[in-house]
């Protein structure tokens, strides 16, 4: 989980301050500590001083037991441990106060000036003063005089000094201004920086959610304001390239239906085009038989004639008859191939074909039908099939339909003296057949190429062709998922190359 700004900011803020009052703390508490100890050591002198004093005035008019009972007077939490009397030759004449810390004081001392000085007792830390009753003369007139000096312990420990209170309120202080300017902090951070970007949020989530426009939040540094009203910008740019989008993709609609209404148009054109090129074929194609079968009949209607003529009639009659016949039937083949594709099995079981082909098989068969006929002879056939040539989605019958009918095309096309005409299968990049017919004519015009597979389309002399045997070539192989197409060969004919994929 991602911690948010403010409470990112607050942690750095408060390591901050971690590490400014910290060493500050301890700073403070060291320096009142040696403040406190360095009052204690003038206040403990200015006490022994004073408690000496008061002892030398009272030892020349008070006796031996009164003394004492002043030494004990001068005792106490705030005042000496322990105080000593000495002699005008610097010994120890009587001292008071606890017996091990009355220890501490010593045996004798000099009576030629004040002595100052730090010692430990049982207790703790102390400081001895030593003051001569004299005022610091020296030690021989301090004998002449008959005058001693008085030795105070004053305790420094400190424990007895009162610093820990004041180090709890430099603490306390410490953290009451942390805690203040976190506090502070966090309104300020809330108020300056959390809510605006928060506005600024809601108000991109708004847009998000189909708003026109991004109210910017008033509030806040001016950063965030610049950074709103970048952002407003930025908003109002895209909802402008989005209108000049939506517009654009308005008209490009408008085109693409204008362009389909056209095309529609074209396609009904087209269609047209067909249905005037289909009808002046078929009045091409079957109008010349039925005119002379009319005029046969009208002969026969005259009478008058032999048997013979009668019967040649007839006959003339027939021919014409099963070429029309033969165009109808090539009309039929080409108008309905996708239903001999789809019901060639069934077709196939009818007649006792497979549903599939073997294109091998196919060639060896036209090969042996067409090696016979009139327009072969004298045209050298030429076949390469590769043996992993694979079965075809197309019935054997119908294979051998399309191979003749590229086949006779060839043969009409090649010169009689020395035409050539190559066969090839082999297997495509897709792992189907591809059936290759090349010839050595002189090829395909290329005005004609376009429409080659269009009923009706020849490049025969009238008469000598329907323009039909192409069209159903490739309604058999379009049906049975294939592909037909025509180029020029390396000898400079035609070369029809036919794709079908494997069965």
């Known amino acids: ?182 506090v502070f902090a966090y309104f300020s951070m809330t108020r300056l920086v959390v809510r605006p970007i928060d506005q600024l949020s809601r108000a991109a989530r708004r847009v998000a959610g189909g708003a026109r426009d991004l109210e910017v939040p008033r509030a806040g540094a001016r950063e965030l304001a610049q950074l709103g009203a970048s952002l407003a910008l930025m908003t109002g740019r895209l909802r402008a390239d989005e209108e000049s989008l939506r517009a654009k993709i308005e008209e490009v609609e408008r085109y693409a239906a204008d362009l389909k209404s056209a095309q529609e148009r074209l396609v009904r054109s087209e269609r047209l085009a067909s249905v005037g090129r289909l009808s002046a074929g078929l009045a091409h194609e079957i109008g010349n038989p039925i005119a002379a079968i009319l005029g046969f009949q009208e002969l026969l209607l005259t009478g008058g004639l032999t048997p013979a003529e009668e019967r040649d009639f007839l006959e003339r009659m027939k021919r014409e008859t099963e070429r029309i016949h033969k165009i109808l039937r090539d009309l039929l083949d080409f108008a309905r191939p996708a239903a001999l594709g789809a019901g060639e099995a069934e077709g196939a079981g009818r007649a006792g074909e497979e549903p599939s082909g073997s294109v091998a098989e196919a060639i060896e068969d036209v090969l042996s039908l067409v090696a016979p006929q009139k327009a072969f002879r004298g045209v050298e056939l030429a076949r390469e099939v590769a043996p992993d040539v694979p079965r075809v989605p197309l019935s054997q019958g119908r294979l051998v339909q399309v191979l003749l009918n590229l086949l006779l095309n060839a043969a009409d096309a090649v010169p009689r003296a020395g035409g050539r005409v190559w066969v090839r299968a082999s297997r495509g990049a897709d792992g189907g057949a591809q059936i290759e017919v090349e010839d050595n004519g002189p090829g395909i015009a290329e005005a004609v190429r376009e429409t080659l597979f269009e009923p009706f389309i020849t490049t025969k002399e009238v008469g000598e062709g329907t323009g039909l045997g192409l069209a159903v070539c490739r309604g058999l192989v379009e049906a049975a998922g294939g592909a037909i197409g025509v180029g020029r060969g390396e000898a400079g004919g035609a070369r029809f190359v036919v794709r079908l994929p494997a069965a």
């Open 1 to 182: 989980m991602r911690l948010g700004i403010r409470l990112q900011l607050l942690i750095a803020l408060g390591s901050l301050l971690v590490l400014a009052f910290v060493p500050l703390f301890f700073a403070v508490a060291s320096l009142t500590r040696a403040t406190m100890g360095g009052v204690r050591e003038s206040s403990a002198r200015a006490i022994g001083r004073a408690i000496a004093g008061h002892v030398a005035a009272a030892r020349a008019t008070r006796s031996a037991p009164g003394l004492s009972l002043l030494l004990e007077a001068q005792l106490g939490p705030d005042g000496a441990s322990a105080v000593g009397v000495y002699d005008a030759a610097g010994a120890l004449a009587d001292r008071a106060g606890e017996p091990d810390v009355a220890a501490a004081l010593p045996a004798s001392v000099g009576l030629g000036a004040e002595v100052l000085r730090a010692v430990r007792t049982p207790r703790g830390g102390a400081i001895l003063v030593v003051v001569p009753e004299n005022g610091g003369e020296g030690a021989g007139r301090a004998r002449e005089a008959g005058a001693g000096a008085v030795a105070v312990l004053v305790p420094t420990d400190p424990s007895t000094v009162p610093a820990a209170p004041l180090v709890r309120i430099v603490a306390l202080y410490t953290g009451v201004v942390a805690l203040a300017l976190l």
